[in-house]
């Protein structure tokens, strides 16, 4: 019962992280992310259409996991913690990417609250995952 317990804890903070990632995607659409980031490295613009794409498949896989990792699916477990990963790397990114272009650069607005929800989900996670027998 615990283990029951500890999914469905995370699988509500996926959902909340899922959300949190959803507002940070739309910041960096609206300021140009797809460019900035691209340059920053030396590359071309990424293609909007590939960046809107990429970034809405992956909402949609956390979103289509949330009910999956209550009942310990391991795909879901998968779209999770990758969605914690990612929130950390991105609440540490956008602020050195600010720093290294000398201001703003998009995303860093919404780039601490998606860190932070990276690290709420990657307790929650390794609780869930440290107490789970997963379903294949």
């Known amino acids: 019962m615990e283990a029951a317990k500890e999914r469905n804890a995370a699988s509500t903070f996926l959902g909340i992280a899922t959300a949190i990632q959803s507002v ?5 659409w609206v300021t140009g992310f797809h460019i900035r980031f691209p340059a920053l490295l ?3 613009p ?3 259409s590939f960046f809107v ?13 949330v009910p999956s990792l209550r009942i310990g699916r391991r795909l879901a477990f998968f779209a999770a913690w990758f969605l914690a990963i990612a929130g950390v790397l991105n609440g540490v990114a956008h602020p050195m990417m600010a720093i290294a272009s000398g201001g703003y650069f998009p995303g860093l607005i919404t780039s601490p ?4 929800a990276g690290v709420i989900l990657w307790q929650r996670l390794h609780r869930a995952t440290s107490m789970t027998t ?3």
């Not at 940070?24 to 960096?28: C, K």
């Not at 794409?53 to 996991?65: D, E, P």
């Open 24 to 28: 940070h995607f739309a910041e960096e």
């Open 134 to 136: 997963r379903v294949a």
């Open 42 to 44: 030396g590359l071309d």
């Open 113 to 116: 609250f998606i860190g932070i």
């Open 53 to 65: 794409a990429f970034n809405l498949v992956w909402i949609g896989f956390w979103i289509a996991s």
């Open 46 to 48: 990424m293609p909007m």
